[in-house]
């Protein structure tokens, strides 16, 4: 039995553990005022170094997160104490993600006092030329949320996408692709139905466009989006469109922003593209 290192945080033990279990080595977690890795079998000593020494530099990587799903084991020797909701949004989120998230319920909460129409009338997409001036219209329509599966929906992809991006590429990147993509879909929605919209979707869609077509032409940038959920966006579209099941859905507000993702990383990805070819 070998002790190999050891982890201040549990999450980053547990995600070694797991991610060299899918390269056939079996570690042990012994909790003691930290997280202390085991080997068993010292035959195995060099490769877990190696492994080891690249997990250090990069321990967010998205292979470590995906190996984790696919270990489905929990013999590691690490005994979870119950979850704490807040610290775990806090470890994915960053300051602007947490701000937009507030705001959204601020407005929401607001929005079941005062009503809908009050909201529509100091934050939505301006409806005339004497609007056009108060800046802030041109992108607090996607404060406005109109039912709580609506904000639920929104936020949820926001701290999954959002919080992702500014925790790898920083706030300033996730702060352009929420005005442009909010600016875009806002106007192409106003354009499509009239003014009386709202709703974060249209900056949601754009992460969904952004992180998969990061993931695919840059996966070194730890950002990514599983294929899988990718499709299901792109067929909620369809559902969507055609209206099916009633919903009033702002179709061209998802459709804009699903394209301003994908040539905002189209663009932030030429450079790596053209170092992999």
């Not at 969507?240 to 919903?247: E, N, R, V």
């Amino acid at each position: 039995m070998m002790r190999i290192t050891r982890f201040s945080h549990a999450r980053t033990a547990q995600a070694f553990v797991d991610y060299m279990a899918t390269r056939g080595v079996t570690l042990r977690i012994e909790q003691e005022s930290h997280f202390v890795i085991v080997l068993d079998d010292e035959s195995q000593l060099q490769m877990v170094e190696n492994e080891l020494a690249q997990f250090v530099r990069d321990p967010n990587h998205p292979r470590y997160q995906a190996a984790s799903w696919r270990s489905g084991s929990t013999r590691s020797g690490l005994h979870y104490e119950r979850s704490n909701v807040w610290a775990t949004i806090r470890e994915r989120a960053g300051p602007l993600t947490l701000s937009v998230m507030a705001l959204c319920v601020a407005v929401f909460i607001l929005m079941q006092i005062a009503g809908d129409d009050v909201a529509l009338a100091w934050l939505g997409w301006p409806a005339d030329a004497s609007q056009y001036f108060q800046v802030w219209r041109w992108f607090s329509h996607a404060l406005l949320h109109f039912s709580l599966l609506h904000i639920l929906f929104n936020l949820m992809w926001w701290w999954y996408l959002g919080g992702a991006v500014e925790k790898r590429l920083g706030s300033g990147k996730l702060f352009v692709i929420m005005l442009i993509s909010a600016l875009l879909s806002g106007w192409m929605q106003a354009k499509f139905s009239g003014v009386l919209f709202g709703g974060l979707s249209g900056v949601v869609y754009a992460l969904m466009g952004y992180c998969w077509l990061r993931g695919e032409r840059d996966p070194e940038s730890g950002i990514y989006l599983e294929r899988g959920l990718i499709g299901f966006a792109i067929v909620w579209l369809v559902i969507g469109w055609y209206g099916a099941f009633g919903l009033a859905i702002a179709n061209a507000a998802h459709v804009t922003g699903l394209l301003v993702g994908l040539a905002m990383a189209f663009v932030d990805t030429r450079h790596a593209a053209r170092h992999q070819r």
